[in-house]
């Protein structure tokens, strides 16, 4: 029995099931949280990625780390899931991680600049380019953020650098956490060739391509309104104790 038609059973059982959303349903509910719940999209971001960031401590303790120093990558796309990125970056810092970023393409943004200044002030350097020899990668890195390409993503039709970059990815030999959507995976389906990560942290409720992530399984969605969980009938677990995040 497939995880879908299993939520379903469990949900007939009397378990209620986790639901995973589809792109149109993700999209649907952050227009509501702007709209008619006047979050703003800066103070979304900032929920999002610090949350990125404890999770990232949760999966990644700095005392597990196999590197002398607490060296991270994070990959910070132009769109939304790299303002993420960047946020996940800072918080990192503050919690005595040694972020690096990567940026593959500037973005236009004025709201990406504001927290890549940000950045830039909490002293966190920029790579220029990505090594395409991946043992560099290996050796100055405890892992890899992926902030690059987020759910709205026409995976059909990724333009470089980004190609270059994911074959990359699937070469490194480091672990690889991805904010909401793995880069190159589509929303609604499990990529079969795409990246590996062996965290995925699902932003407001899972998608639809997590249905089979066997990896660790961070949800960051604690903020979201009781009326909207209801409404689209989100199932969303019990956070533990003051936790924003919480293992799935």
């Known amino acids: ?74 990959i910070c796309g132009p769109d939304q899931n790299g303002s993420i990125g960047l946020v996940c970056a800072r918080h990192l810092r ?24 940000q950045c830039e002030k909490m002293d966190i350097p920029s790579l220029s380019y990505l090594p ?17 390409l987020g759910p709205d993503t026409d995976c059909a ?13 699937k070469q490194i030999k480091v672990p690889i956490a991805s904010v909401d959507v793995p880069s190159g995976w589509d929303a609604e389906e499990p990529s079969q060739d795409g990246i590996n990560p062996e965290v995925l942290i699902s932003l407001t409720a899972p998608k639809k391509c997590a249905v089979s992530f066997s990896g660790k399984h961070f949800l960051a969605g604690r903020f979201l309104p009781y009326d909207i969980q209801k409404k689209y009938d989100l ?14």
């Open 1 to 74: 029995m497939d995880k879908m038609n299993q939520s379903s059973a469990e949900a007939g059982s009397g378990t209620i099931a986790l639901r995973y959303l589809s792109k149109g349903e993700a999209e649907a509910i952050e227009t509501e949280l702007l709209r008619d719940y006047k979050f703003g999209q800066q103070q979304l971001i900032e929920i999002w990625g610090q949350a990125c960031a404890l999770a990232i401590t949760k999966a990644y303790p700095l005392s597990s780390l196999a590197k002398k120093q607490p060296t991270v990558l994070v």
């Open 94 to 117: 503050m919690y005595e991680y040694e972020p690096t970023i990567y940026h593959p393409k500037r973005s236009s943004q004025s709201l990406h600049q504001d927290f890549t200044v």
């Open 132 to 148: 395409t020899e991946v043992q560099l990668i290996n050796d100055a890195y405890n892992l890899v953020i992926d902030a690059m």
């Open 157 to 169: 039709n990724i333009k470089e650098p980004y190609p270059g970059i994911l074959v990359t990815l």
């Open 235 to 248: 199932n969303l677990p019990d956070y533990p104790g003051t936790d924003c995040i919480i293992e799935l």
